[in-house]
Nanobody
Framework: QVQLVESGGGLVHPGGSLRLSCAASGTIFSINIMGWYRQAPGKERELVARIYSGGITNYADSVKGRFTIARDNAKNTVYLQMNSLKPEDTAVYYC?????????????WGQGTQVTVSS
């Protein structure tokens, strides 16, 4: 079993910043991808950003230049620095990791943390 504990969500004014953290524990063998997804009310869950074990990153077009993803492999932790937040960034943010063992891939999800951007 893998546990993902997210923190850092909350209420912020437009233009503000938040930093999300997600720490993985439990059955950790080889984390390939660590990422953040979000789901706004009435919308599908979407990828926000992900980072591969080698450091390559992908971002949704809507957050490029404002959000930065980073990982600390020694701590099995992924971070999402969110700057210049907009009301449309309001959503529940989920941490996700993908592990590889042999030819199989295993995904785990966090419970989600609420981010609300409002004046």
């Amino acid at each position: 079993q893998v546990q993902l504990v997210e923190s850092g969500g909350g209420l912020v004014h437009p233009g503000g910043s938040l930093r999300l953290s997600c720490a993985a524990s439990g059955t950790i063998f080889s984390i390939n991808i660590m990422g953040w997804y979000r789901q706004a009310p009435g919308k599908e869950r979407e990828l926000v950003a992900r980072i591969y074990s080698g450091g390559i990153t992908n971002y949704a077009d809507s957050v490029k230049g404002r959000f930065t993803i980073a990982r600390d492999n020694a701590k099995n932790t992924v971070y999402l620095q969110m700057n210049s937040l907009k009301p449309e960034d309001t959503a529940v943010y989920y941490c996700q990791i993908s592990q590889i063992r042999g030819l199989s891939s295993y995904e785990s999800w966090g419970q989600g943390t609420q981010v609300t951007v409002s004046s």
